[in-house]
């Protein structure tokens, strides 16, 4: 059983910055590609960005391409989201996930075992 706890979150006017941080326990943390999602009100969980066991493969969606960067530090058991130049439309709680075992990088939450609770972002305009 692994757990993650993000933080990070909270209300920054358009065009700031967040770093989201996820710390997880419980697993073998350096072994997992881990996921970041996120979910707006009455809008589906949408995939965001995830990155490799290792940190050397990273993806991202392509609204989010070139503002937001993911990273790890496996000898902290943490994922970080960096997230600049915000916009409104990026308002949503987010989320980090263990992607179950699999070598490649999955992008839709069917393939994400453990969730963290959630971390709210808000952009106001």
Known sequence: QVQLVESGGGLVQTGGSLRLSCVASGGTFSSYNMGWF???????????????????????????????????????????????????EDTAVYYCAVQRLRLEIMRTPDWYAYWGQGAQVTVSS
Request: glycine share 8%; aromatic share 12%; net charge positive.
């Open 38 to 88: 996120r979910q707006a009100p009455g809008k589906e969980r949408e995939f965001v960005s995830a990155i490799s066991w290792s940190g050397g493969t990273s993806y991202y969606a392509d609204s989010v391409k070139g503002r937001f960067t993911i990273s790890r530090d496996n000898a902290k058991n943490t994922v970080y989201l960096q997230i600049n130049s915000l916009k409104p």
